[in-house]
C-alpha cells in the first residue's frame, strides 16, 4: 500500500448525506454527486461513532485512544494547558520516514504547544491552513487565518491574513478557505513520488453559516469549473439574498420564488446556507477524488468521513435539534465514514457496512496499511484501536463488539469556558480526578456505550459521580429506534437500584446490565 488520504467534513451526521437525508425525509436534501459515487465505488459504513465536539475527535483519529486517555474531553482553546500530551501516540511517529501532511483545521493546540503544533506534536511534515481551530470573531470564510507550518501567511507568502476583512462585499472567490485548504493539499500530493499521508481537514460547514461564492464569482476569480453549488441550490440562494437585501432586486419576486420551491424565506436562509456549504465540500471531495487512483489497480485508499453532527440550527424534521453537536445522541457522534481503495474488492462496491466503528480504528488501520508494527513503533502504549481492514472482503467481519463516547469538562473549564484538558486523562471517575496537577476534577461528564442494537447513556451534568441524585441514564435500542425517541429507562435517575423499571423486554433489561458492565471493564477506575 502506497498512500492513504484521510478527508474530514466538519459538522456532517450521518443523517446528511444525501441519501439518507432522502431516506428519512428530511424536507432539504444537499445535492452531494461525488459522495454519491464515493458510496457507489467503496464501502459505506453505517455504525461510524465519533466525538461529540471537534477536538475530542480529532485527538482520538490521530491518537487511537479514547478521550479519557488523552485528556481532550471538549474543545482545545488557545491559552490553555493541558492534553493531548506532545509523547502522547500520534499517528505519523509510526511513519516517520512517510511524506505527510495535514491541510485545514486542526485544533489540537493547547499552550504546550506551539502554533505549529502539527508538527512539533503530530510529527506531520506540512501544515497549512487553521492553527488554531476555526473561523471566529470578525474573520470570514473569505478572510482568515492561514498558517504555514506555524507561521501566518497568505498565498503571496505575506505575513498576513488570507483575504481582505470584509468577507461580504470582498467575496473573491481565490481567497475563498475551502477552495485553498484543497489545492494547497492537490499541489502537495502531486509532488510526492510515493508513498504518503495526507490528512485534509475541512472547515466546512462548521459556521459561521454562509451563502458560498457563486458561479460568476468563482469565474471573476478565474476559477474553472466555475459551478461550485448545484444549479437549483445557487438560484435558491440567489434569491435568499436579494430578498435579504444582501444583493440588488426584486425582493417579491425573490421571496416568491423562494417559496416556489419550498422554503421558507423568513426562517430558513441559515439552513439554505449551510447546504450550500455542504454541496461545496462535496465538489471540494470530488477534486480530491479525482487527483488519486483508488481503482484496485491504484495506490491510494481514501477515507471519508465528519468529526460530529451539525448544529440544532439546521438540524430538520424528523430529526430533534436537541440531539444536535455536543450531545451524545446518534445525530451527533453517529457519522458518514466511506473507505475507498485498491484493497475494496468489487463486490463490495456501493456496500453498506454495519460493523461498529470508532474513530480510534482509523488509527491503527492506517498505519497497517503501511505495514507498521504497532507494538515496536508504540511499545507500552494502550490503544482502544481496532484494525477494520478485514470488513473490506468480510462486511459482516466484527472487528469490534462495542465501543464507547464520551465528553467532559474540568471545575475550572466550566468557569473558564472550556479549553484544553488534563495531560495523561482521567484517574479516577468516583471523585473526577485527574493525573494532571494543573486541572481540578471533572464537573460534567457524559458517557455512552454502544454495542450491536444498544445504547446506553450515562450523565453527570453537576457534580462528582459520587452524588448519585446528579446521574442519569438513558437507554435505546438504536436498531429499532434510530431517532432516540424512547428512553427505555423508566427512572433515569434510578441505577442500578433502578433497574426493575427498565421498561419493554427482557433483552432491554440485561442491555443495561451488559453496557454498564463493558463500561466499568474499560475505564481502569471504577464507575
Same mark, same amino acid.
Given at each position: =500500500? ?8 466538519? &459538522? @456532517? ?42 477536538? %475530542? ?28 500530551? @506532545? ?76 483575504? !481582505? ?8 472567490? +481565490? ?6 485548504? @484543497? ?6 500530493? +502531486? ?10 481537514? =475541512? ?36 434569491? *435568499? ?24 424565506? &423568513?426562517?430558513?436562509?441559515?439552513? +439554505? ?28 485508499? @481514501? =477515507? ?17 435539534? &436537541? ?70 472482503? &468480510? ?7 462495542? !465501543? ?44 455512552? =456505550? ?10 453527570? %451534568? ?13 437507554? *435505546? ?8 425517541? *424512547? ?41
Amino acid at each position: =500500500m502506497a498512500n492513504v488520504l484521510w478527508i474530514t467534513t466538519d &459538522d @456532517v451526521s450521518y443523517t446528511l448525506l444525501q441519501r439518507r437525508c432522502e431516506a428519512l425525509g428530511v424536507a432539504h436534501a444537499p445535492a452531494t454527486p461525488n459522495l454519491n459515487t464515493a458510496q457507489d465505488t467503496g464501502i459505506n459504513y453505517t455504525r461510524f461513532y465519533g466525538q461529540s465536539v471537534c477536538s %475530542p475527535f480529532r485527538a482520538c483519529s490521530i491518537l487511537g485512544r479514547y478521550a479519557f486517555r488523552t485528556g481532550l474531553g471538549n474543545n482545545a482553546q488557545l491559552g490553555f494547558p493541558g492534553a493531548p500530551a @506532545v509523547n502522547d501516540s500520534w499517528l505519523c511517529q509510526g511513519i516517520p520516514l512517510v511524506p505527510s501532511a495535514t491541510f485545514g483545521k486542526w485544533h489540537l493546540y493547547t499552550s504546550e504547544h506551539t502554533v505549529d503544533s502539527a508538527r512539533d506534536a503530530g510529527q506531520f511534515w506540512v501544515h497549512k491552513g487553521l492553527a488554531l481551530g476555526n473561523v471566529v470573531g470578525n474573520d470570514t470564510y473569505w478572510h482568515w487565518d492561514r498558517y504555514e507550518n506555524g507561521v501566518l501567511k497568505d498565498t503571496a507568502g505575506l505575513n498576513s491574513k488570507q483575504g !481582505l476583512a470584509d468577507g461580504v462585499n470582498n467575496r473573491n472567490a +481565490a481567497n475563498y478557505l475551502s477552495h485553498i485548504v @484543497v489545492q494547497d493539499a492537490l499541489d502537495w500530493i +502531486a509532488i510526492q513520488p510515493s508513498r504518503w499521508f495526507c490528512w485534509v481537514q =475541512m472547515q466546512a460547514p462548521h459556521r459561521p453559516i454562509h451563502f458560498p461564492p457563486t458561479a460568476a464569482e468563482r469565474a471573476s476569480a478565474g476559477i474553472s469549473p466555475n459551478q461550485y453549488m448545484s444549479v437549483a441550490h445557487e438560484a435558491l440562494l440567489t434569491n *435568499y439574498s436579494i430578498y435579504l437585501g444582501i444583493t440588488p432586486g426584486d425582493p417579491v419576486a425573490a421571496k416568491a420564488a423562494i417559496i416556489a420551491e419550498g422554503w421558507d424565506p &423568513d426562517s430558513e436562509s441559515a439552513l +439554505a446556507g449551510f447546504i450550500g456549504m455542504v454541496e461545496t465540500i462535496d465538489y471540494e471531495i470530488g477534486r480530491l477524488l479525482a487527483a488519486v487512483d483508488t481503482s484496485r489497480t491504484g495506490d491510494t485508499t @481514501v =477515507m471519508i468521513f465528519s468529526d460530529n453532527g451539525e448544529n440544532d440550527p439546521v438540524v430538520q424534521p424528523p430529526l430533534d435539534p &436537541d440531539h444536535a453537536k455536543g450531545s451524545q445522541y446518534e445525530l451527533s457522534i453517529r457519522l458518514p465514514l466511506i473507505i475507498k481503495g485498491p484493497d475494496i474488492p468489487l463486490l463490495n462496491y456501493g456496500k453498506d457496512c454495519r460493523s461498529l466503528v470508532h474513530a480510534v480504528d482509523l488509527w491503527r488501520t492506517t498505519l497497517r496499511l503501511f505495514g507498521v508494527n504497532i507494538g515496536n513503533m508504540f511499545p507500552g502504549v494502550t490503544s482502544d484501536s481496532k484494525n477494520i481492514a478485514s470488513t473490506f472482503t &468480510d462486511l459482516e467481519a466484527t472487528p469490534r463488539t462495542s !465501543l464507547y463516547c464520551e465528553n467532559f469538562l474540568t471545575k475550572q473549564q466550566v468557569s473558564d469556558a472550556g479549553g484544553g484538558g488534563p495531560k495523561g486523562g482521567i484517574k479516577d471517575a468516583a471523585t473526577g480526578e485527574t493525573n494532571d496537577p494543573n486541572f481540578g476534577p471533572i464537573a460534567q461528564w457524559e458517557r455512552t =456505550m454502544v454495542d450491536d442494537n444498544w445504547k446506553l447513556i450515562t450523565r453527570m %451534568p453537576t457534580g462528582p459521580a459520587s452524588v448519585i441524585g446528579d446521574i442519569t441514564y438513558e437507554l *435505546y435500542n438504536t436498531r429499532s429506534d434510530y431517532l432516540e425517541e *424512547y428512553n427505555m429507562i423508566r427512572e433515569p435517575n434510578r441505577f442500578p437500584q433502578g433497574v426493575e423499571d427498565v421498561s419493554g423486554s427482557e433483552a432491554a433489561w440485561l442491555a443495561v446490565l451488559r453496557l454498564k458492565a463493558l463500561e466499568d471493564d474499560l475505564l481502569p477506575y471504577p464507575t
